[in-house]
């Protein structure tokens, strides 16, 4: 069946230090969604990829898709303690209309 | 503003009781979603639909049920609760392409004891 892999599980950085987490999918997915959870707060939207080889910036933050349209990247460059966090993956694939996310990179940045 | 929110925020349940935890949106989605997350596992789906009247099992549906009987809600219920269900409850909810991405609820803490 369809499933999403994240690498890594875990990235402690260094504030001002670089992060970037991937995201890997079985198959071809429609469009690739990314979301940042807080501790102890609920999953936020991010950004959303539809186009392959896209790439999307928001301030520290970039979001790419991969040609073949099946995997992903963040990154976040100069990390601030406010972007600590667990950030996920989702895949809405081609033949099913629901998201398939994947693990999760948790991220602690020491200041 | 339309939002989505999930009642109670924290449960105590005893094993083998019957729980029903609720999610209401009203952001006028045919999707919701109901998802399970513990420590090591991320996210993981539990029971969907894509409307009313329609539901659909997830990866890990054993032990719990859903019904879809208007647009706005999306109840979760727990047949007999075991402590292996034990987790923290997220429902969420999206237009039926997934565009824009999937709004969640604020969570509900579930102990089984």
């Known amino acids: 069946g369809q499933q999403v892999m994240q690498i890594p599980q875990y990235q402690h950085v260094q504030e001002g230090e670089d992060f970037t987490t991937y995201c890997n999918s079985s198959t071809t997915l429609s469009n690739i969604q990314w979301y940042k959870q807080r501790p102890g707060g609920h999953p936020v939207f991010l950004i959303q990829?539809?186009?392959?080889?896209e790439v999307k910036k928001q301030k520290r933050l970039t979001f790419q898709f991969g040609e073949a349209k099946k995997n992903s990247s963040l990154h976040i460059t100069a990390t601030q303690t406010t972007d600590v966090g667990t950030y996920f993956c989702?895949?809405?694939?081609?033949?099913?209309?629901?998201?398939?996310f994947g693990s999760g990179t948790k991220l602690n940045v020491k200041p | 503003d339309a939002e989505i929110t999930q009642s109670p925020r924290h449960k105590i349940t005893e094993t083998g009781r019957q729980v029903t935890l609720a999610c209401h949106q009203t952001?006028?989605?045919?999707?919701m979603f109901w998802y399970r997350q513990d420590l090591g596992h991320g996210l993981r789906l539990i029971h969907y639909s894509y409307g009313v009247q329609d539901t659909n099992k997830g990866e890990v549906s054993d032990g719990y049920s859903v019904s879809r009987s208007n647009t706005e809600d999306l109840p979760l219920t727990l047949e007999s609760a075991a402590s292996s269900q034990t987790s923290v409850y997220f429902c969420a909810s999206s237009e039926s392409s997934g565009a824009g991405g999937a709004f969640f609820g604020q969570g509900t803490r579930l102990t089984v004891v």
């Open positions: 990829l539809v186009k392959s080889g």
């Open positions: 989702a895949g809405f694939g081609n033949n099913f209309n629901k998201f398939y």
């Open positions: 952001w006028n989605h045919n999707n």
